[in-house]
């Protein structure tokens, strides 16, 4: 079953910790992005990567960082420098080249503790 | 100037009404024009692509002027189950087409 996933649902964050969120899709995209969403508000970009071992930082990419080793991942790691990490994150890839839409994964919750 | 624009709603509507939504961009370039959907606290999914002769797929039609820069979703015969938050998405100036800029959401809510 072709798709997105993101694991874990639902992580939650101590003071001073580093969390990473998982994102893998089996799509064979090449793009991938990481969204923040808060409560009530739309869809922020913090980093893409239109190609293995390459990425861009997005509007919101301070406290964050993220890899791209193989094609079918793009982990998010939420830094002890992100001040206010509570949110939304969502995950998405899709093939490059024009008229080409995004797909999601599920989404993971992020609070602290 | 926000790069892609929609009126936040909440549109309230009876079933059964007609209801349509603007979104205005502001790069001419731009190429690639989409609707999604997003239920509350789920993840947002693709409504539909939007084409320059404009398309139709069953209750739902999209609009696209260039010249005005915008897009339109129209829905017909609204249902219960359209209540979700609909979201205008461009391919953005930099980047190149390879990123998608969401707007914030127009708001639909039907009632019985």
């Known amino acids: 079953d072709g798709g997105i996933t993101q694991s874990p649902k639902y992580l939650f964050r101590k003071e001073g910790q580093n969390v990473t969120l998982s994102c893998e899709q089996n799509l064979n995209h090449d793009a991938m992005y990481w969204y923040r969403q808060d409560p009530g508000q739309g869809l922020r970009l913090i980093y893409y990567s239109q190609i293995v071992n390459d990425f861009q930082k997005g509007d919101i990419a301070e406290g964050y960082s993220v890899s791209r080793e193989k094609k079918e991942s793009f982990p998010l790691t939420v830094t002890s420098a992100q001040k206010n990490p509570t949110a939304f994150y969502l995950c998405?890839?899709?093939?490059?080249?024009?008229?080409?839409?995004?797909?999601f994964g599920d989404g993971t919750r992020l609070s602290i503790l | 100037r926000k790069e892609v624009e929609q009126d936040p709603g909440p549109f309230n509507v009876p079933e059964g009404a007609t209801v349509a939504f603007n979104c205005t961009y502001s790069?001419?370039?731009?190429?690639?024009f989409f609707w999604y959907r997003q239920d509350c606290r789920k993840e947002p999914k693709l409504l539909m692509s939007?084409?320059?002769s404009g398309n139709e797929d069953g209750r739902f039609t999209a609009q696209l002027n260039r010249a005005s820069q915008y897009i339109s979703l129209l829905i017909r015969d609204s249902k219960l189950s359209d209540s979700a938050t609909y979201l205008c998405?461009?391919?953005?100036?930099?980047?190149?087409?390879?990123?998608?800029?969401f707007g914030a959401g127009t708001r639909l809510a039907v009632h019985p």
């Open positions: 790069n001419s370039a731009s190429q690639s």
């Open positions: 939007v084409y320059s």
């Open positions: 998405v461009v391919n953005g100036a930099s980047g190149g087409y390879n990123k998608l800029i």
């Open positions: 998405a890839s899709r093939m490059t080249g024009v008229g080409q839409p995004q797909h």
